[in-house]
């Protein structure tokens, strides 16, 4: 086990610097080349997930939906000649004009089908939380570099709710120099076990559990508040909510590119909050609240909570970033990325950074000690036990690979 994550960590180390927002590459997009998207063509999308939490990237001007993936053979299209379902995503891969995979899954599954996706030369437009340990989160960027692909992460709130009111304030240092973050969501999910009960025939099970360790069926597991809380196949209100508003303060501060770096347990002389607090890289203080206010930042000047009820306003103009393409929505800032191969506002890092707040949570809550986290090297200094949390054993067939 030390000799596989030690490998991996050597496989899949990247360096932040080289993850910033520049064009993708290739001109040959103008002429859908190259396996690229025609700017004059219909986006074909593929959904994987036909359940509660389905996107509309299909569903936009320019864009249609042509295949729905589910295990879960119920779920799949039964009266829409336009749209052909598939039990197995593999094989939606390889149909014919498919460009954009969009995915709707448990949270266990997210990485290893976008980079299958990503493999097969397509976009993809994940839901939040993009990974589902640390190690994906560096693996799940990799292979989007790698192949040359738009990939999305999908929190919409993050610029609807922050970004077209308090990021243009606080970066314009209306409340001075940014000192501490404070984000609220739910807790850590947890282990869990169910009654076992007969499998239904239109269900895959074993393909629903995929990389997990085997977990016996029950109806209430496939519920989605209940496998979000399921330590085996979610992460909790930690990469649920955590997703939008931990993305939400962090991309507010011009800060969602920053990782962390010491995470304290909460209830100590160092860390006396009920949250975990995380000193991000530039010495930023960030605490997850599991209640109060969605967002709270605390400034040398001033501490602005929202929503707003001191009436802060922007010192001056500032440049934020935001959709491309004068969209005002995240699925119509997908599809323009995928037609000018630029990346999207929530590009995999920054979806992957977002993501290992809630991962880093989740460690310290479970270890109830204080730990310092070496990005370079993918391990916590001094703390053989919380790096092996770094990555999962996966289960075979089912393992991840770039």
């Known amino acids: 086990m ?64 042509i295949a729905i993936c589910d295990c879960d053979t119920r779920k799949l299209p039964k009266d829409s000649p336009n749209i052909k379902g598939f039990k197995y995503y593999e094989e939606m891969l390889e149909m014919p004009g498919l460009d954009v995979v969009s995915i709707a899954t448990p949270d266990h599954w997210h990485t290893r089908m976008t980079i299958d996706a990503c493999k097969a030369g397509k976009d993809v437009y994940c839901e939040k939380p993009l990974t589902f340990t640390l190690m994906e989160s560096r693996q799940i960027v990799q292979a989007a570099r790698k192949y040359n692909r738009v990939v999305s992460s999908g929190s919409q709130r993050i610029m609807e709710d922050y970004g077209q009111y308090i990021a243009p304030i606080i970066m314009s240092g209306a409340i001075g120099e940014v000192k501490e973050i404070h984000a609220s969501c739910g807790g850590a999910p947890s282990e869990r076990t169910y009654t076992p009960q007969e499998v239904p025939a239109e269900f895959d099970w074993e393909r629903w559990v995929g990389q997990s360790p085997w ?84 400034g040398t000047e001033g501490t602005y909570t929202f929503p707003d009820t001191q009436g802060y306003k922007a010192k001056h103009a500032v440049n934020v970033r935001r959709y491309s393409g004068g969209a005002n929505n995240i699925a119509d800032d997908f599809l323009y990325c995928v037609r000018n191969r630029i990346r999207p506002f929530q590009d995999v890092f920054y979806g992957a950074n977002v993501a290992d707040y809630g991962h880093m949570c989740i460690i310290v809550y479970k270890l109830k000690r204080d730990l310092v986290w070496d990005k370079e090297k993918m391990e916590f200094t001094g703390d053989p036990q919380a790096t092996l949390l770094v990555s999962r054993v996966q289960r075979a067939p089912y393992e991840i690979e770039v």
């Open 215 to 298: 977990f016996p069926y029950n109806e209430r597991a496939i519920q989605p508040m209940t496998w979000r809380y399921n330590s085996d196949f979610g992460t909790g209100g930690l990469g649920d909510w955590g997703g939008h508003n931990f993305g939400g303060g962090l991309y507010s501060c011009g800060m969602d590119h920053i990782a962390p770096k010491e995470i304290y347990a909460p209830n100590t002389e160092k860390n006396p909050t009920n949250g975990a607090m995380i000193v991000m890289e530039n010495g930023v203080k960030f605490f997850h609240n599991p209640s109060g206010p969605k967002v709270k930042i605390v």
């Open 2 to 65: 030390r000799k596989e994550i030690t490998k991996s960590r050597r496989n899949f180390l990247l360096k932040a610097s080289a993850c910033c927002s520049i064009p993708l590459f290739l001109p040959g997009y103008i002429l859908g080349k190259d396996g690229n998207t025609s700017p004059n063509d219909t986006i074909n999308v593929g959904l994987i997930g036909n359940g509660v939490r389905r996107s509309n990237i299909g569903s936009r001007p320019g864009s249609r939906f």
